[in-house]
């Protein structure tokens, strides 16, 4: 079983629509948790961190479900800028920083 | 930007070669870290280092080492190249007291023939 779990899509949506995206971990200890953009042959790129308390930037809204081992992103208001690959990503309860992906959830926004 | 930068951008290596990949991280940053990319996966975490050691290693053999200099600056050494070598190479770097963030560099797109 992977480490970190995601539906790959693509999730294909109109300009406008709110779209959510979902993730699981297998380890309950980890600690910090994050979502990164990645456009196509670009590095990721660090879009939010995500709190117990959930947490909003904009039309991005994170939640955190510790005891579900599950992480969501929503998007509102779709732009076609936002057309991407999400990476779920945590971080293990140890000295180091290392992170763990997901393998992306892939968004195109259509006109 | 994130100020993180890598060098070179693009490599091709024959199988059985050495490369070493180059990694500057953000001022103000003392750990670095470096992922393997392969097309469609995630990154797949190599290992990362704080004030010059390695502090954490993921599941990658012997021939990928690595250094850290006094300036934060890093090198990936990967020897005796493989086709399954062929990845981007992304480097990312952080604040080892700050709030676990990490910023990447635009990353070493490796081809290996």
């Known amino acids: 079983r992977k480490e970190v779990e995601q539906d790959p899509g693509p999730f294909n949506v109109p300009e406008g629509a709110t779209v959510a995206f979902n993730c699981t971990y297998s380890n309950s200890a980890s600690q910090s948790f994050f979502w990164y953009r990645q456009d196509c042959r670009k590095e990721p790129k660090l879009l939010m961190s995500?709190?117990?308390s959930g947490n909003e930037d904009g039309r991005f809204t994170a939640q955190l479900n510790r005891a579900s081992q599950y992480i969501s992103l929503l998007i509102r208001d779709s732009k076609l800028s936002d057309s991407a690959t999400y990476l779920c990503?945590?971080?293990?309860?140890?000295?180091?920083?290392?992170?763990?992906f997901g393998s992306g959830t892939r968004l195109l926004v259509r006109p | 930007e994130t100020g993180v930068t890598q060098s070179p951008t693009h490599l091709i290596k024959t199988r059985g070669q050495q490369v070493t990949l180059r990694c500057s991280s953000q001022s103000g940053h003392n750990t670095v870290s470096w992922y393997q990319q392969a097309l469609g996966q995630g990154p797949q975490f190599i290992f990362q280092y704080y004030r010059e050691e390695e502090n954490g290693r993921g599941n990658f053999p012997p021939r990928f080492s690595g250094l850290q200099f006094p300036n934060y600056s890093s090198e990936l050494n990967v020897n005796a190249l493989e086709l399954d070598d062929s990845a981007l190479y992304l480097c990312?770097?952080?604040?080892?007291?700050?709030?676990?963030?990490?910023?990447f560099g635009p990353g070493t797109r490796l081809t290996v023939t």
């Open positions: 995500v709190y117990s």
């Open positions: 990503v945590v971080t293990p309860m140890d000295s180091s920083y290392k992170l763990i």
């Open positions: 990312a770097s952080t604040s080892k007291e700050g709030n676990r963030e990490q910023y």
